[in-house]
């Protein structure tokens, strides 16, 4: 039976025909999701070196960074997606190591990263707020780009919309996958689309690209602090700016997700609130922060 791997945006007349999700070497599959993440850490490595050069640091310290970061940040990351989502893991504990299905928290990934950096400015005898400044835009970098492994794992939208922005994904491409479990009870099964394709008329579920909009707020403030960061008051501002910010959209964007990971059967998403302690924290800092600069 053909799979069928088109994604389309209707609204602005864009069909992807062949999306798909890995490419082949020999009969070993790469996945597209993994390609990204590590091209996330390069890139996100380069403009951390080019901003230490600015700032008066040596290079080479992220780069030593990233080497120490890489591993506990994937870890972090999928720790806290198994954690909130064990009512699955605990009956299939072979897939909790399993990465290439996808399955990674990108707030247990940063969470991890952070705490990495301040052991190893503590160690290497620097800065850490200055150092976590200089990695703002990287993390940013990094998010931006891995919301586009989500788009090639059809993973991580939202429910039924008919807005601007909505995604068609084929209904067979999740049976093919044994899927169709992530959509029941979401609503997004009593809004198919009907579109004819070769000469058949396939189901398409037509959702929220909530990958897409996080990629754009993320990119939104990432701009905001390229063009602060020369002006910024106290080392962690920049730090401070990102907790707010991504805090904020995050919230907002993780409302209309439909694979929200969850606190028990509380319905409470738990990356909502904990995106209300990233805002209250950034916030917090961010006074301290500007008391502390006017007193010096």
């Known amino acids: ?63 030593d960074y990233l080497l120490w970061m890489m591993i506990p940040a994937i870890i972090g990351a999928r720790i806290y997606y198994v954690v909130f ?53 990287s993390l940013l970098i990094g998010q931006i780009m891995g919301r586009w492994g989500n788009f090639f794992n059809r993973e991580a939208f939202g429910g039924y919309t008919d807005g601007p922005f909505a995604m068609q994904i084929p209904l067979d491409y999740f049976a093919g996958y044994g899927r169709v479990s992530e959509l029941q009870g979401t609503g997004i099964l009593d809004h198919l689309v009907t579109i004819p394709v070769d000469g058949r008329s396939l189901f398409y579920i037509q959702v929220h690209p909530t990958f897409l909009y996080e990629g754009m707020w993320n990119l939104l403030l990432l701009l905001i602090i390229f063009i602060y960061r020369k002006h910024k008051k106290f080392d962690g501002e920049l730090l401070c700016i990102y907790l707010m910010g991504y ?31 990233i805002m209250i924290g950034g916030l917090i800092g961010m006074i301290v922060g500007r008391k502390k600069s006017r007193a010096c």
Not at 15 to 23: F, K
Not at 113 to 130: H, N, P, Y
Request: aromatic share 10%; charged share 15%.
């Open 1 to 63: 039976m053909m799979q069928y791997t088109d994604i389309r945006f209707p609204h602005l007349g864009i069909v992807l025909d062949h999306v798909g999700r890995y490419i082949s070497v020999g009969n070993f599959q790469i996945m597209y999701y993994g390609i990204i993440i590590a091209c996330g850490f390069l890139v996100g490595l380069l403009v951390a070196q080019r901003e230490a050069k600015r700032t008066g640091q040596n290079p080479e310290l992220y780069m």
């Open 247 to 277: 805090g904020l959209g995050r919230y907002f964007i993780e409302g209309l997700r439909v694979d929200q990971l969850l606190i028990g059967h509380t319905g409470i998403a738990v990356t909502q609130i904990v995106c209300i302690g």
């Open 85 to 137: 989502s064990w009512d699955f893991y605990k009956n299939n504990p072979s897939e909790i190591f399993n990465l290439r299905h996808g399955g990674l928290g990108i707030v247990g990934g940063v969470a991890m990263a952070i705490l990495v950096l301040v052991i190893f400015a503590k160690i290497r005898g620097q800065k850490a707020l200055l150092m976590l400044d200089t990695m703002t835009m």
